[in-house]
């Protein structure tokens, strides 16, 4: 589910710098220059592309798709952890309190979005991605109920106790 994250904030960054270059109204102070765009487009399009292989279970994608979300978030939330720190500083105007807690809410969201990168690719258990068989969602929701899992995975008669020797043993 964090691959999928990764995807989809990815896209709204691609989205929203394509709007900024393309954009008359926005103030052009702010805008970035061509390289930095895209330098960002190629962050983000490297997460997109290993997040996706990551789904599809390969396993040196999850390495790079770590790698790629921590610099894509990491860029982010040094960017709003500086502005947020200092606005009169990098925006030229100092900001509305409403304003400064998005940019808190930023730096929040930014730092979330780090640990759940961490969590997700370098936990213990990463069956999710490298395990055997099984359908994709199926360690990652309740939709499936839990005796139903075990049918699949072939552990129906097997009480907890043995199914951690069982584990234990491969």
């Known amino acids: 589910m964090v691959a999928i994250m990764n995807i989809a904030v990815a896209l709204i960054g691609i989205g929203t710098l394509a709007f900024v270059l393309t954009s008359s109204t926005f103030p052009p102070e702010l805008v970035p220059s061509k390289w930095n765009g895209a330098v960002s487009v190629l962050v983000a399009t490297t997460v997109i592309v290993s997040s996706v292989l990551a789904l599809l279970r390969i396993r040196r994608a999850r390495w790079i798709a770590l790698t790629a979300a921590l610099v894509f978030f990491g860029v982010l939330l040094v960017q709003s952890l500086l502005v947020a720190i200092d606005p009169q500083a990098v925006l030229g105007e100092i900001p509305s309190s409403i304003q400064l807690r998005k940019l808190w809410a930023a730096v929040t969201r930014n730092s979330l979005e780090i640990g759940l990168n961490l969590w997700a690719f370098l936990q213990r258990r990463r069956r999710f991605f490298v395990g055997e068989g099984g359908c994709l969602f199926d360690e ?20 907890s106790q043995e199914w951690r020797d069982a584990r234990r043993k491969k």
């Open 140 to 159: 990652m929701s309740n939709l499936v109920e839990p005796t139903e899992r075990l049918a699949m995975d072939g552990r129906a008669g097997l009480n």
